[in-house]
């Protein structure tokens, strides 16, 4: 019964994943409230489940790395419900609601490594998978590009160019547009990249169990997502444009790229024969 408590957490803590960015980055009242009910509700459930784990299995301390994540998934809620009780610094959820939700999402698929039911529905996921994270890649890239532009454009203007010394600048979109452009493309991918880690994380862990954690690309990828997320909270709360919100995109860009490096040396994702 344990497991159904846990199943029902991790939609919870998934809702409350999705609520805490408009409720922080747009400062969304009703977003605010839903985020932390849904975050409270994902608790009680999961501290009934792991208390119900531990009861059946007649002890009181983890065994097996689920049960592990688990617990650590449930310490971290923890913490982050008490600094909001006593402070009302919900924007730490948005690290800490994720965090625990990729901490009970592979528990939550059971003691044993979930297994798809036919090939062509591994196959489905896999596409995803790869389509998603693909994505989030591309609107990254994007977001690096339009922040370059925008360096362009806003040199051109201060040096105030004149329509014939300027000529070859003219194709330029207003900097007002270049914004815009990289701050959508940010915000596009990083649900992309989400949702890519978590279906990754339901393939990798088919064939190699919880032990995929430990794998260099899927460290780097959780790495490039906290990175990703820190990025979108510094130019939303210290409204960076221009030259610094250029160099946090290289930055990011810099960290994707080492990423893919990552996979040279990963075991279990090859693009590649195996």
């Known amino acids: 019964m344990y497991l159904l408590w846990l199943r029902i957490a991790a939609l919870l803590y998934a809702a409350a994943s999705i609520a805490v960015f408009p409720a922080v980055f747009f400062g969304v009242p009703r977003w605010r409230k839903l985020c932390v009910h849904l975050a409270g509700m994902a608790f009680f459930f999961h501290l009934v489940s792991c208390v119900e784990m531990l009861v059946q299995a007649h002890r009181w301390m983890p065994v097996g790395v689920r049960e592990v994540e688990s617990l650590l998934g ?66 990254l890239g994007f977001s690096l590009l339009a922040s370059l532009l925008y360096l362009v454009q806003e040199r051109r203007l201060k040096r105030k160019c004149k329509p014939a010394e300027g000529s070859s600048h003219d194709w330029l979109p207003p900097l007002d547009t270049l914004e815009r452009v990289a701050r959508a493309t940010l915000e596009f991918g990083l649900p992309c990249m989400t949702v890519g880690l978590v279906i990754g994380s339901v393939l990798a862990q088919e064939v190699f169990g919880p032990a995929y954690f430990f794998d260099p690309k899927v460290i780097a990828s959780f790495v490039l997502w906290v990175v990703y997320v820190a990025l979108l909270l510094v130019r939303r709360s210290a409204g960076l444009r221009g030259k610094k919100a250029a160099w946090l995109s290289g930055v990011v860009f810099l960290v994707m790229l080492g990423v893919l490096a990552a996979n040279l040396f990963s075991h279990v994702h090859r693009y590649g024969p195996q």
């Open 74 to 139: 449930l310490a971290v809620v923890s913490v982050f419900l008490v600094v909001w009780w006593l402070y009302d610094a919900i924007p730490f959820g948005i690290f800490a609601l994720p965090v625990t939700f990729f901490a009970v999402f592979v528990p939550a698929l059971g003691p044993d490594r979930y297994t798809f039911p036919s090939e062509g529905v591994r196959l489905g996921w896999l596409v995803a998978h790869i389509a998603t994270l693909l994505a989030a890649y591309v609107a």
